[in-house]
C-alpha cells in the first residue's frame, strides 16, 4: 500500500508528523495498514518515528476494538 496513494500532497512534509499521525489515526483501516502507511510516508519524507508513535497509530486500527466504556462489563441482570 503506497503511502502516496492515501496521504495528500499537503502532508509529505517532514514537519507533518503529527498532522500524519491524526490523518492515519482517522481512517477505517486495519492497524498493520496504517502503520505500513505511516512508515512508508517516513521513509519518503525522510523522518525517523520512535514506537510511541508507531503504537499510537497502530492501535486506532478497526482490529484494535475495544470496550467503549472504562467501566465493567456485566451480564446484565434478570
Known sequence: MSPTGIITEDL???AMRLQVMAF????PLPGDDKLSLLLGWARMVGV???ASQRNTVRRTGIDFAGPTSGGPVSGGEG
Do not use: E, I
Not at 24 to 27: G, V
Open 12 to 14: 509529505m512534509f517532514p
Open 24 to 27: 492515519l489515526m482517522r481512517l
Open 48 to 50: 525517523s518515528l520512535n
